[in-house]
């Protein structure tokens, strides 16, 4: 008997689920003293913003690629999507088709930008110098001195904060782009459980008049939840019997 399968596989869940662990592992070595100018979580905030990022470009990948499938987003054009080499070229095709303006110089966009930048910084960083200068001290005027460079310098702005920020921008991103099209789009729907795959196998009896669909599907959806932390809020998240499919 031949069968038909079909399959998709979305991973932005993993690793926004990952991002958040690694958050909140920074989060709690960040309470042990400090054996140097690092916070003693800043192995675990720097993967944890690397992924954070990771995160809001594979939900992008991901809803694009739903989007091929879908009547209302006829016009949109995955191929020329995955074929755009800039993260903001492809931002504006997805946001287009979306119908999301978007405004870089304020709110959310303007913190995907800086989180860009960042991983920018970490993915390809590059060494740079201070050349011999004559400082009237050696207290203050080497730190001012290296003001001149810190927008360089990556692990600067490795802390709790900035850790919590990126997790919760990308976290602002995914829910934007759910709730704008939730009414309207399926395609969207059924990328809102955390992990979720869709496995289909159409057995075709030799002397039947009509096909008999088998479908099978697994699903281990993550919630958001709003942990407080003194100064700001890092959202983690948490497993889930939700299955997501409705």
């Given at each position: ?171 602002a991103y995914i829910d934007l782009l759910k709730e704008t099209n939730r009414p309207r789009t399926p395609c969207v729907r059924q990328l809102q459980g955390a992990r979720q795959r869709a496995f289909c196998v159409k057995a075709v009896p030799a002397r039947a008049g009509r096909a008999l669909w088998l ?32």
């Amino acid at each position: 008997m031949p069968h038909e399968y079909s399959a998709q596989n979305h991973d932005w869940d993993l690793t926004l689920h990952a991002a958040g662990e690694l958050v909140r592992a920074g989060l709690a070595m960040d309470k042990k003293p400090r054996t140097g100018n690092l916070s003693m979580g800043f192995s675990f905030f720097t993967g944890g913003m690397v992924l954070a990022f990771a995160a809001i470009e594979s939900f992008s990948a991901s809803v694009a690629f739903a989007m091929q499938s879908e009547e209302r987003f006829e016009g949109f054009d995955f191929q020329k999507y995955r074929g755009k080499r800039s993260f903001w070229d492809k931002m504006e095709l997805l946001m287009s088709a979306a119908g999301i303006e978007i405004d870089k110089s304020q709110g959310l966009f303007r913190d995907i930008g800086q989180m860009q930048q960042w991983r920018n910084l970490v993915t390809h960083s590059s060494p740079y110098e201070i050349g011999p200068t004559e400082i009237p001290d050696a207290i203050k005027a080497p730190g001012r001195l290296h003001r001149k460079t810190m927008h360089l310098d990556y692990a600067r702005m490795a802390d709790p904060k900035n850790a919590t920020k990126f997790y919760n921008t990308a976290v602002a991103y995914i829910d934007l782009l759910k709730e704008t099209n939730r009414p309207r789009t399926p395609c969207v729907r059924q990328l809102q459980g955390a992990r979720q795959r869709a496995f289909c196998v159409k057995a075709v009896p030799a002397r039947a008049g009509r096909a008999l669909w088998l479908c099978h599907r697994t699903a281990l959806r993550f919630l958001l939840v709003r942990v407080t932390i003194p100064g700001w809020a890092v959202a983690d998240t948490a497993p889930s019997t939700n299955n997501g499919f409705r």
